[in-house]
């Protein structure tokens, strides 16, 4: 079930950030409270506001250098009747809408995201993970970028039925691949990009894990969100198997842009022999003399959806600004094809000498 209200969103205090980079991303500016608690800037917590009382979500913790976020699952609610509820945190807004006092048509989600026209190829983030983790909960680590404007108004509920509330660029709405609103979008928005990582693990000690970013489109997307889940969300809509305790360290989290190639397509054809991770000269067999076309493409790959179904992403085709192409000469002079990392961090130099 969805039921969580997000904190008031007020204004940040200037905080750096490099142009292909999240805010905040270090976690080392709090300026903000909720309930009392400091909160990250720029990121907004699960944190939950009933009858009359607040449930802080997210905590500031030490990190691996300076401070963290810390998240965690809890019981929320009061006289007796309480439900765990899912701590996570997100650059979109977590939200919350019940009607009246039917629990059973409670729902809830994340709403939108921020600016961002960039296209990373991992989010590499710090964890540690902590609690009881014999129970089915998996944690989530999960990036995703659209184009346009997605707008419903069916949202899953408790009864597992739907609740009727507006919401525009809902993580569900946007995601239809891999965790989709069942209900169906009035409006659909393009989705360009995912990176969802999720397990049922426990690291005592700081762990770097890299999630890899996939593309469904060659476009540039115009928004993006990022949510860092202890538990079951958002791969259930209705919070099943949610544990109080069960927490995760969130720490130094930074986008890398790579200069590879994962496919190379020559006239058409995906080239099978090509070795993405070779800068010595390959040699490509050609069936005729025709001028020689090349295509690079990368993010491929596939992700498990929420159904158990598999979501492919058939990733994006390198433009002119990162990979360039000086010609040579067929049986003789290999092509040389320059690649450069979106945010220029890195360059790849391929060799591809064409035969007859």
Not at 214 to 239: H, L, Q, W
Not at 334 to 345: F, G, H, L, Q, R
């Amino acid at each position: 079930m969805r039921r969580f209200l997000s904190i008031i969103v007020i204004a940040l205090p200037f905080v750096y950030m490099s142009a292909q980079q999240l805010p905040n991303s270090n976690f080392e500016s709090w300026n903000r409270t909720y309930n009392g608690d400091a909160q990250p800037d720029y990121w907004n917590g699960s944190n939950v506001s009933q009858v009359g009382l607040k449930f802080t979500f997210v905590y500031k913790k030490p990190g691996r250098s300076g401070y963290c976020m810390y998240v965690a699952d809890r019981e929320v609610g009061a006289v007796g009747i309480t439900e765990t509820a899912p701590g996570y945190v997100s650059l979109g807004q977590p939200w919350q809408y019940l009607k009246g006092l039917n629990v059973k048509g409670a729902t809830a989600g994340t709403e939108g995201g921020i600016a961002w026209k960039y296209r990373p190829d991992t989010m590499s983030v710090w964890i540690k993970r902590t609690g009881d983790f014999t129970r089915k909960e998996d944690f989530h680590l999960l990036y995703y970028a659209w184009s346009g404007t997605a707008k419903s108004t069916k949202y899953k509920n408790k009864a597992r039925k739907y609740t009727v509330t507006e919401r525009t660029n809902e993580e569900s709405d946007i995601r239809q691949a891999t965790d989709g609103n069942e209900f169906g979008v009035d409006q659909p928005a393009q989705q360009i990009a995912e990176g969802w990582y999720r397990a049922r693990a426990k690291y005592n000690e700081w762990t770097q894990i890299k999630v890899p970013v996939f593309y469904m489109s060659d476009k540039e997307p115009t928004m993006c969100n990022v949510i860092f889940s202890a538990g079951n969300y958002p791969a259930f809509r209705a919070n099943d198997g949610l544990y109080a305790g069960n927490a995760l360290f969130i720490d130094d989290v930074e986008m890398i842009y790579s200069s590879r190639i994962d496919k190379l397509v020559i006239n058409g054809q995906v080239w099978a022999d090509f070795n993405p991770d070779s800068e010595e000269v390959q040699t490509c067999k050609l069936s005729s003399t025709k001028n020689v076309q090349i295509e690079g493409f990368r993010g491929i790959g596939s992700l498990t959806n929420i159904k158990g179904e598999t979501a492919v992403f058939n990733g994006r085709k390198l433009d002119n600004r990162e990979m360039t192409i000086t010609p040579g000469v067929i049986n003789g002079k290999p092509w040389i094809i320059t690649v450069k990392a979106e945010d220029n961090s890195s360059e790849h130099t391929y060799k591809i000498k064409f035969s007859i």
